[in-house]
């Protein structure tokens, strides 16, 4: 591991601390705890940049790392701030009066529980990012870095597919307490998050090139954690088991992460 990528990586988290403090009292002057899901995707954009400015490295694979992360967190930035716009997201709403509910100060939890915290996985995330484009060997892109660029390839196209067909399956009044299970959907009940995994093995396989990227497993390890954890996935369905009657028949036939044929029933 290089002298150069522990510093970045320094250097790195206290840049995300600011950024999350500056989106917080954003979030506290807009009344709107959501904006912080929409600086998610571009919070990488600006580690990237900044890593960019501040370090050295291989510039194929500055390049390489650059614009994937550019069109993964712009366009991840986009649709959230497409999905949410106009009002607070449902979940931050009911987390609000809960705090406030126990008399407790909303404005302040926000900022440890959702921003730093948030800010905190960013960073863990990130690591892999700021170690690609700090390293000055391998010289040249090889075969673990292809590889990634295809997996990271299949992941943006069930990110986004799974994205535009959820989008449209909502924005029809006919299906109001129905679950889809039509499209990617009808192979995983989470294309998006399956696809969001692969982005970051992607990029985890482009760090592999080096055999000090192994480290940044905690990358991988963090995001895998963040969606199929407690707080992601197992948290999503238990709502929509309350909301959506249908919701079981469709866990019961359908893989809960890897695409895979349904089941017949």
Same mark, same amino acid.
């Given at each position: 591991?290089?002298?150069?990528?522990?510093?970045?990586?320094i250097?790195?988290a206290?840049l995300v601390?600011?950024?999350?403090?500056?989106?917080w009292?954003?979030?506290?002057?807009?009344?709107?705890?959501?904006i912080a899901d929409i600086?998610?995707?571009?919070?990488?954009?600006?580690? *990237? @940049?900044?890593?960019?400015?501040v370090? &050295?490295?291989?510039e194929?694979?500055?390049? #390489?790392?650059?614009?994937?992360? +550019? =069109?993964?967190?712009?366009?991840?930035?986009?649709?959230?701030?497409w999905?949410?716009w106009?009002?607070?997201?449902?979940?931050y709403a009911r987390?609000?009066?809960?705090?406030?509910?126990k008399?407790?100060?909303?404005?302040?939890?926000?900022?440890i529980?959702?921003?730093w915290?948030?800010?905190?996985y960013?960073?863990l995330v990130?690591l *892999? @990012?700021?170690?690609?484009?700090?390293? &000055?060997?391998?010289?040249?892109?090889?075969? #673990?870095?292809?590889?990634g660029v +295809? =997996?990271w390839?299949?992941?943006?196209?069930?990110?986004?597919?799974?994205d535009?067909?959820?989008?449209?399956f909502?924005?029809?009044?006919?299906?109001?307490?129905?679950?889809l299970?039509?499209?990617l959907?009808?192979y995983t009940?989470?294309?998006n998050?399956?696809?969001e995994a692969?982005?970051?093995?992607?990029?985890?396989?482009?760090?592999?090139?080096n055999?000090?990227?192994l480290?940044?497993i905690?990358s991988?390890?963090?995001?895998?954690?963040?969606?199929?954890?407690?707080?992601?996935?197992?948290?999503?369905e238990?709502?929509m088991s309350?909301k959506?009657p249908?919701f079981?028949?469709?866990k019961?036939?359908?893989?809960?992460f890897?695409?895979?044929?349904?089941?017949s029933?």
């Amino acid at each position: 591991m290089t002298y150069e990528f522990i510093t970045v990586a320094i250097m790195n988290a206290s840049l995300v601390i600011s950024m999350m403090t500056a989106v917080w009292v954003l979030s506290v002057a807009i009344h709107d705890s959501s904006i912080a899901d929409i600086f998610w995707g571009l919070g990488f954009v600006f580690i *990237v @940049l900044f890593t960019m400015s501040v370090s &050295d490295g291989v510039e194929e694979r500055r390049i #390489l790392v650059s614009v994937m992360t +550019a =069109i993964w967190g712009i366009r991840l930035a986009g649709y959230i701030g497409w999905r949410n716009w106009g009002a607070e997201d449902s979940r931050y709403a009911r987390l609000r009066q809960h705090v406030e509910a126990k008399g407790k100060n909303y404005q302040l939890h926000s900022l440890i529980q959702i921003y730093w915290l948030q800010g905190f996985y960013m960073w863990l995330v990130s690591l *892999v @990012l700021i170690f690609s484009l700090t390293i &000055d060997a391998p010289e040249k892109l090889g075969l #673990l870095a292809y590889c990634g660029v +295809a =997996i990271w390839v299949v992941g943006m196209f069930f990110e986004t597919v799974g994205d535009l067909q959820l989008a449209k399956f909502l924005g029809d009044s006919n299906n109001t307490g129905k679950v889809l299970d039509t499209g990617l959907w009808r192979y995983t009940r989470h294309p998006n998050y399956f696809g969001e995994a692969c982005i970051w093995l992607g990029f985890f396989c482009i760090a592999m090139e080096n055999v000090w990227g192994l480290l940044t497993i905690i990358s991988l390890a963090t995001i895998c954690y963040a969606l199929l954890g407690p707080t992601g996935k197992g948290l999503l369905e238990r709502r929509m088991s309350k909301k959506r009657p249908d919701f079981e028949d469709y866990k019961e036939r359908t893989s809960g992460f890897f695409p895979l044929p349904p089941k017949s029933l």
